[in-house]
């Protein structure tokens, strides 16, 4: 037992060079030699060894305070600038990084991060303060542009700068407030993409969208269903485009036959359209109500519906154009009816579109809506189908869905409206000046047709 407590005392005094005397005194002090009254040996033995259990945690709690005090104090070192790595790890994180690239220049102590909170710094070495912006407002600058935008190129230049505009750019959020003119594409420039692009808006709760998609698969695409569903989703939030739409359908039976007219409902759609304030329901329904076309015949106030409509167009014409083009030939009476669309200045004759009739202003015509922009340029050249003919005002668009389904006029025979507004419009805008009666003219199929007479000037038509 004396030689274990020996060893043991001599292995201690080897590890623990500060304590060697203390462990030598403490070897010989518990050995029986200098105790003779024989002393328990066994608890003397552990004591010392919880003795340098002691003398152990307490070196090691030693070594960890100093440890930790010299990292703490590189990494102060670090920050400050002073020192820097000597060896370049490329896996080292990207704010050490930036300080070896930049060590020549002066940056600021805190770094300017991302909107994920991560430091990010160019090929120069400068950060890149754009990706500093959050998303939030990166959103709300591409809303304002896709609300304001004048044509497709100012908003589609925009998302092919980077990625996280083009991420963001088609963002529900931006697609949902983007106007007509920011998806008014062309029809030579129709693809699948555009296709796509219109979708994502109409699916993000545009009803410009989906007004304008519905009226593209409705009549171009044929895909009647859906388009009209489409048209339908629109009317639902109040579109007056689309429930003045779909009132024309209804007038017609557009997609189906003859038999599929209901000017029931064609008209209460287009007075919930003229309440929204749509001038051409405005117009229509005021030309049912002098007609009796779909409702009870009310003379004085289908005129005041049409007065109305024409008061409309001429203010919003007002209001959007600047006050140095206004001229004073607009409200001027010209007793000659057919030399009235001359009086506009700086628009040759045929150009002018005249409203308020009954008192014989001339205001330029209205600027049409893309998707009847789209009608026009997409049927323009081409053959609608067999026997089938376009909507005669220029401001339509319009096909025929089978034989025979828009008005015509009867006095000439060559011009044909898909509704009464169309007829009037166009009547006032080039018509009149044209219009003559041909020695004889038949279209088999057009004589079974009720006729109906314009209540403004007289224009017989067939439908």
């Given at each position: 037992m004396f030689g274990g407590v020996v060893f043991v005392g001599c292995v201690s005094s080897s590890l623990y060079p500060l304590f060697n005397s203390i462990s030598l005194f403490l070897s010989l002090y518990i050995s029986?030699?200098?105790?003779?009254?024989?002393?328990?040996?066994?608890?003397?033995?552990?004591?010392?060894?919880?003795?340098?259990?002691?003398?152990?945690?307490?070196?090691?709690?030693?070594?960890?305070?100093?440890?930790?005090?010299?990292?703490?104090?590189?990494?102060?070192?670090?920050?400050?600038?002073?020192?820097?790595?000597?060896?370049?790890?490329?896996?080292?994180?990207?704010?050490?990084?930036?300080?070896?690239?930049?060590?020549?220049?002066?940056?600021?102590?805190?770094?300017?991060?991302?909107?994920?909170?991560?430091?990010?710094?160019?090929?120069?070495?400068?950060?890149?303060?754009?990706?500093?912006?959050?998303?939030?407002?990166?959103?709300?600058?591409?809303?304002?542009?896709?609300?304001?935008?004048?044509?497709?190129?100012?908003?589609?230049?925009?998302?092919?700068?980077?990625?996280?505009?083009?991420?963001?750019?088609?963002?529900?959020?931006?697609?949902?407030?983007?106007?007509?003119?920011?998806?008014?594409?062309?029809?030579?420039?129709?693809?699948?993409?555009?296709?796509?692009?219109?979708?994502?808006?109409s699916d993000a709760g545009n009803v410009e969208a989906c007004y304008t998609l519905g009226m593209i698969r409705f009549y171009c695409l044929q895909n009647r269903g859906n388009g009209a569903s489409l048209l339908a989703k629109a009317a639902i939030n109040s579109h007056a485009p689309s429930l003045y739409s779909l009132a024309v359908i209804q007038f017609n039976g557009s997609g189906g036959s003859k038999t599929d007219k209901d000017l029931r409902a064609g008209v209460a759609l287009c007075a919930r359209a003229a309440f929204l304030g749509h001038i051409d329901a405005l117009r229509e329904l005021g030309h049912c109500l002098q007609d009796g076309y779909g409702v009870r015949q009310n003379i004085a106030e289908g005129r005041r519906f049409l007065v109305q409509a024409n008061a409309r167009e001429l203010a919003s014409v007002l209001s959007t154009t600047p006050a140095a083009l206004i001229s004073a030939n607009w409200l001027t009476w010209n007793p000659l009816p057919y030399l009235r669309n001359a009086n506009v200045v700086g628009v040759g004759v045929g150009v002018g579109c005249p409203l308020l009739s009954d008192f014989?202003?001339?205001?330029?015509?209205?600027?049409?809506?893309?998707?009847?922009?789209?009608?026009?340029?997409?049927?323009?050249?081409?053959?609608?189908?067999?026997?089938?003919?376009?909507?005669?005002?220029?401001?339509?668009?319009?096909?025929?869905?089978?034989?025979?389904?828009?008005?015509?006029?009867?006095?000439?025979?060559?011009?044909?409206?898909?509704?009464?507004?169309?007829?009037?419009?166009?009547w006032k805008l080039r018509h009149k000046m044209m219009c003559m009666q041909p020695e004889r003219w038949v279209d088999a199929g057009d004589g079974n047709g009720n006729g109906v007479v314009d209540g403004d000037d007289g224009m017989f038509v067939e439908s």
């Open positions: 029986p030699q200098f105790f003779p009254t024989h002393r328990n040996i066994t608890t003397y033995t552990y004591t010392f060894l919880y003795l340098h259990l002691y003398i152990f945690i307490y070196i090691f709690y030693i070594y960890i305070i100093t440890n930790t005090y010299k990292l703490q104090y590189r990494e102060m070192r670090t920050r400050r600038g002073v020192s820097y790595p000597e060896v370049i790890n490329t896996c080292c994180d990207k704010r050490r990084l930036c300080d070896f690239i930049c060590e020549k220049t002066i940056l600021p102590r805190k770094r300017a991060k991302s909107s994920e909170g991560t430091p990010v710094v160019t090929v120069s070495g400068q950060c890149d303060f754009f990706d500093t912006l959050p998303d939030d407002i990166v959103l709300f600058i591409l809303t304002k542009l896709g609300s304001t935008a004048s044509c497709p190129a100012d908003f589609i230049s925009v998302l092919s700068t980077c990625k996280r505009l083009n991420m963001l750019g088609v963002h529900s959020l931006v697609l949902s407030k983007a106007s007509p003119k920011t998806f008014a594409v062309k029809a030579k420039n129709w693809s699948e993409s555009a296709h796509q692009f219109l979708k994502r808006c014989g202003c001339n205001v330029p015509p209205p600027e049409p809506h893309p998707a009847n922009r789209f009608l026009s340029d997409w049927f323009s050249g081409k053959v609608v189908g067999a026997g089938l003919r376009l909507c005669s005002h220029a401001g339509c668009g319009r096909p025929e869905t089978r034989l025979h389904e828009f008005r015509r006029c009867s006095v000439c025979g060559k011009v044909n409206y898909c509704s009464r507004a169309c007829q009037a419009l166009d």
